[in-house]
């Protein structure tokens, strides 16, 4: 069974800065490209970042020098470092881990960005 479990979401004030992790059973995660995408009530779900099984980064511009995201093959682990967070990155943060043929979600975790 495939299960991505994301953690590290929570209530932020503007400018600080969270690490959410993704953890995934099931999959040999090095041979997936993994990413983060996120969603918030009323919109479609949008790109935040991708990594694939060799380390190339994609990153949405609306993030771009403020989020980096990473990966550790040997713990089937993979992160998203979120600095000089605003308002506007408020939302459930989902990871996400595809290959051909295959794609996986976790369940999200809720960032709150408010003073």
């Known amino acids: 069974q495939v299960q991505l479990v994301e953690s590290g979401g929570g209530l932020v004030q503007p400018g600080g800065s969270l690490r959410l992790s993704c953890v995934a059973s099931?999959?040999?995660?090095?041979?997936?490209?993994m990413g983060w995408y996120r969603q918030t009530p009323g919109k479609q779900r949008e790109l935040v970042a991708t990594?694939?099984?060799?380390?190339?980064?994609n990153t949405d511009n609306s993030v771009k020098g403020r989020f980096t995201i990473g990966r550790d093959n040997g713990k089937n682990t993979g992160y998203l470092q979120m600095d000089n967070l605003n308002p506007d990155d408020t939302a459930v943060y989902l990871c996400?881990?595809?290959?051909?043929?295959?794609?996986?979600w976790g369940q999200g975790t809720q960032v709150t960005v408010s003073s």
């Open positions: 099931g999959i040999t995660f090095r041979d997936y490209i």
């Open positions: 990594i694939s099984s060799s380390g190339s980064v």
């Open positions: 996400n881990a595809r290959t051909l043929g295959e794609d996986y």
